[in-house]
């Protein structure tokens, strides 16, 4: 019984601290070690059916979450698929949406949630 006390006691800040500080690779000194490619003029929206995104410090299921939030917010987008070990993003658009996201805004939600975007290839 007094090892479970001990584990628990031991365990549960260590998990609590991980939950609410969240990982390390979208720390922004890592961010900010790795120059983002340059998009922000590129504000014409995409006319393709779906984008891939090459993204630095995609290192765990947290930070593959933050970008699908990231990305869930931008207009046209109707699913996402993350490839953490090869650091990719796989955007689908909504074919029957209104408005479709620029490489811009794509660029900048990554850079917000404190990834680093290298490219971005349209199919």
Known sequence: MRIVHVLLAVLVPLTLSLVL???AATDSSQASADASANFSRDTTPLT???A???VRGLSCPKC???????LGKLPGISDTHIDMGKGEVHVVFDPIAKTRPSKAQLAKAITDAG???VDIRTN
């Open 21 to 23: 500080t969240g990982c």
């Open 48 to 50: 393709t059916d779906d």
């Open 52 to 54: 891939t995104l090459s």
């Open 64 to 70: 593959a979450n933050n970008v699908n939030l990231a």
């Open 115 to 117: 990834f680093t975007i």
